[in-house]
């Protein structure tokens, strides 16, 4: 499970963590190999960070280095808008060759 995964990676994910949790938290679970974080809608970073209460810097460095490790996906829509998506229980390791459902990965 992704949840056991990242937990145990918690040296490598560092605070990071907090991103994932948000992420998780605004996630419907559907059979895809990606879940779609907002039903798909485009976030800024700046949004996320007005909710989890830090910098966009700060959500920026998050995303990135949760991309680097293969928990989550991103696909730019519009300048400084993405589309979220977090790796299906089942772990990284699985899907980290696998595309989105949707578009391509930045």
């Known amino acids: 499970m992704a949840a056991t995964l990242i937990f145990s990676s918690r040296g490598t994910v560092r605070d990071a963590l ?3 949790a ?3 938290s605004h996630t419907k679970l559907v059979n895809v190999e990606w ?5 798909g809608f485009a976030i800024t970073d700046e949004q996320i960070a007005w909710n989890l209460d830090v910098s966009a810097d700060t959500v920026r460095r998050w995303r990135r280095r949760l991309e680097r490790l293969g928990f989550i996906r991103t696909e730019l829509v519009r300048p400084r808008h993405r589309r979220f998506w977090l790796v299906k229980p089942g772990g990284p390791e699985k899907a980290l060759l696998e595309a989105p459902v ?4 930045n």
């Open 18 to 20: 907090w991103l994932w």
């Open 22 to 24: 948000w992420l998780l």
């Open 35 to 39: 879940q779609p974080v907002a039903d």
């Open 102 to 105: 949707e578009g391509p990965v």
